[in-house]
């Protein structure tokens, strides 16, 4: 059974710095492109980061040029390093990932159980 699992959250000042890692496990044959979501109290989940098996990179427009995403393919492990944090960053951060397991002809999009970062001003 494939498996997301978080790690890295927790309570940083403003302007501080998280790095988040979220590793894909189980038997896998190919993992496809990896991300990042959050959502924020009272607010819809929405898309922070993704990054393809080609690691082409997306962002959205609020963390450009403060959060950087990268992968280890070898690992099936996506990372992101989120720098220059403001309060409005709190909020719970989900791995995402489309893969296709061992056993299946088709890829599916999977989600981690999530992990909170809080900003504190």
């Known amino acids: 059974q494939v498996q997301l699992l978080e790690s890295g959250g927790g309570l940083v000042q403003a302007g501080g710095s998280l790095r988040l890692s979220c590793a894909a496990s189980?038997?896998?044959?190919?993992?496809?492109?990896m991300g990042w979501y959050r959502q924020a109290p009272g607010k819809q989940r929405e898309l922070v980061a993704t990054?393809?098996?080609?690691?082409?990179?997306n962002y959205a427009d609020s963390v450009k040029g403060r959060f950087t995403i990268s992968r280890d393919n070898a690992k099936n492990t996506v990372y992101m390093q989120m720098n220059s944090l403001e309060p409005e960053d709190t909020a719970v951060y989900y791995c995402?990932?489309?893969?296709?397991?061992?056993?299946?002809?088709?890829?599916?999009?999977?989600w981690g159980q999530g992990t909170q970062v809080t900003v504190s001003s």
């Open positions: 990054i393809t098996g080609g690691s082409s990179t």
């Open positions: 189980g038997s896998i044959v190919k993992v496809n492109y």
């Open positions: 995402n990932a489309n893969l296709r397991p061992s056993g299946s002809l088709i890829p599916y999009t999977y």
